[in-house]
């Protein structure tokens, strides 16, 4: 049995319809067995893709403005995809930990990351595969300089353990557990770094 792996970017998992499509798709082949999810991209012209709405969180953060409407519209677009999908992954849970999180001095790179972890969450719970965290298996040094040879090693490992995953993109973390990015379209990277 061979693998495949596909990457799928934000329009392709914007909601829950778009992710009903992924399961097609990955479902019309069983080589098809580690996907790569974006963040949730726009669902319509006029609309805001997720990891957008991080970035504005952070700005308000930054600015000593409250990031409470943005993160909230964050969390009703993550709930209505929970719900519609009919899955249960906690999605309350894990936004509270990332509110938690949303204040002075949290990085760029963690809340950016954000987007595609819960968007993993919601495709593995559809999918029935085996979530796989990038952090701490795409490794980085504390500068942001991405680790080939160390990433290689544990995300080989870590992937031998599962016959199906969904990784997030975009995101690794440095030696001491720190969320560092890939620059914006990294998801891609991420599919590259998985096959």
Same mark, same amino acid.
């Given at each position: 049995?061979?693998? &495949?792996?596909? $990457? !799928?970017?934000? =329009?392709s998992v914007a909601?829950?319809l778009q992710?009903q499509k992924v $399961?097609?798709?990955v479902?019309?082949?069983?080589?098809r067995?580690?996907?790569v999810?974006?963040?949730?991209? $726009? +669902? !319509?012209s006029d609309? =805001? &893709?997720? #990891?957008?709405?991080?970035?504005?969180? &952070?700005?308000?953060?930054?600015?000593? *403005? #409250? /990031?409470?409407?943005?993160?909230?519209?964050?969390c009703?677009r993550y &709930?209505?995809?929970?719900?519609?999908?009919?899955?249960?992954v906690?999605?309350?849970?894990?936004?509270?930990?990332i +509110?938690?999180?949303?204040?002075?001095?949290?990085?760029?790179?963690y809340?950016a990351?954000?987007?595609?972890?819960?968007?993993? $969450?919601? /495709?593995?719970?559809? *999918?029935? !595969?085996?979530?796989v965290?990038?952090?701490g298996?795409?490794?980085?040094?504390?500068?942001?300089?991405y680790l080939?040879?160390q990433?290689d090693?544990?995300?080989? /490992?870590?992937l031998k353990?599962?016959?199906?995953?969904?990784?997030?993109? !975009?995101?690794g973390s440095?030696m001491?557990g720190?969320i560092? #990015?890939?620059?914006?379209g990294g998801s891609?990277i991420?599919?590259s770094?998985? /096959?």
């Amino acid at each position: 049995m061979g693998i &495949k792996v596909l $990457k !799928f970017g934000g =329009s392709s998992v914007a909601d829950a319809l778009q992710l009903q499509k992924v $399961k097609k798709i990955v479902e019309t082949d069983p080589e098809r067995r580690f996907i790569v999810v974006s963040a949730p991209g $726009k +669902r !319509f012209s006029d609309d =805001s &893709k997720i #990891t957008d709405l991080l970035y504005l969180c &952070k700005t308000h953060i930054d600015n000593n *403005l #409250t /990031a409470a409407h943005v993160f909230q519209v964050i969390c009703d677009r993550y &709930k209505m995809m929970e719900m519609n999908l009919g899955v249960d992954v906690n999605i309350d849970k894990e936004l509270e930990i990332i +509110r938690e999180n949303l204040k002075p001095g949290v990085t760029s790179d963690y809340i950016a990351s954000r987007g595609e972890y819960l968007c993993g $969450k919601l /495709a593995a719970a559809v *999918l029935g !595969f085996d979530f796989v965290d990038p952090a701490g298996l795409i490794c980085f040094d504390e500068r942001g300089r991405y680790l080939p040879d160390q990433t290689d090693s544990r995300l080989s /490992a870590e992937l031998k353990k599962h016959e199906n995953a969904v990784i997030p993109g !975009f995101y690794g973390s440095d030696m001491d557990g720190n969320i560092k #990015t890939f620059s914006r379209g990294g998801s891609d990277i991420t599919g590259s770094l998985v /096959a």
